[in-house]
């Protein structure tokens, strides 16, 4: 009986080591669940991912997968295609979108502490279980998780990232977020990181891109992420710079969307996605 013991110690000691990074430690009885609606072990999730409290990310993303991953697997297998259309037609498949956020959220805490296997392990399960749900941003719209993890997938192959708030993404969001801040020299210069670091590889998005014009329409903002990506950097750069009335020089960032990424599409996360050079000329007209 003492070796049965020692076994499954020894067993659950294996798994904890490869299931959790060394420095993620919590005990499940010290949080707050609420009333553990997915909805509300969610919301605790993302509170405690914007605190950095990856523990808590974990505590309550984990709940989440043990109480709901069942309903959610039936959910999935009963899609043929992505639910669209009315929001509370989204939303009812609540078990399936906040499962999937769950595992999008661990994979994400992985990313920050730098673990990319674990990171990576978690994003194939959620692609190959969950790739219909969906995830609620609160500026209006619906996001694909699962996409999110395919563009985190190809940036692991192609090594394009070095950490924490270095993505091309991350860096766009960044210079959006200091750009509404009215913080101009800030959003320039997260810009200019973006532009730097990425550029080379979205010109050959750009030409890959051109190439193929049947691609699909919900590869566009994960396989093509440095183009979008440096363009909207450009975007912001030349919003910024017009706002400090330095016109000519934002008209120059313009200028350069429309000749050397003309392909390029708007935030990934965006639900009716437009091209970043509509964007330009509804910039330029004067209306925004």
């Known amino acids: 009986m003492k070796r049965i013991i020692f076994v499954f110690c020894v067993l659950l000691m294996l798994y904890s080591r490869t299931a959790w990074p060394a420095d993620i430690d919590y005990n499940p009885k010290n949080y707050d669940y609420g009333d553990l609606a997915s909805a509300t072990l969610m919301t605790k999730a993302w509170n405690a991912l914007e605190n950095r409290d990856y523990p808590a990310v974990m505590a309550y993303t984990d709940r989440c997968l043990k109480m709901y991953s069942k309903e959610a ?77 395919k563009m985190w997938l190809k940036m692991f192959e192609e090594k394009n990232f070095t950490g924490e708030f270095s993505t091309a993404p991350s860096l766009v969001e960044d210079a959006g977020r200091a750009l509404q801040q009215r913080k101009y020299e800030q959003a320039i210069d997260i810009s200019d990181k973006c532009i730097q670091k990425y550029s080379s590889l979205a010109k050959k998005q750009q030409h890959d891109y051109d190439a193929d014009h049947n691609i699909a329409e919900d590869q566009n903002g994960f396989r093509f992420y440095a183009l979008n990506a440096v363009a909207e950097a450009h975007l912001m750069k030349g919003k910024a710079l017009f706002y400090k009335g330095e016109k000519e020089k934002a008209m120059e960032e313009f200028l350069t969307i429309k000749e050397q990424y003309p392909s390029a599409y708007t935030h990934v996360r965006m639900a009716d996605r437009q091209k970043v050079t509509r964007m330009v000329e509804y910039f330029l007209s004067g209306v925004e």
């Open 73 to 149: 697997l039936q959910m999935q297998a009963d899609l043929d295609t992505l639910p669209k259309g009315d929001p509370e037609h989204i939303a009812s498949y609540w078990a399936l979108n906040d499962v999937a956020t769950s595992l999008f959220l661990q994979a994400e805490v992985y990313v920050k502490l730098n673990d990319f296997e674990s990171a990576e392990r978690i994003y194939n399960k959620l692609i190959k279980e969950y790739r219909f749900g969906q995830c609620w941003d609160p500026k209006g719209w619906f996001w694909q998780p699962a996409q999110a993890a």
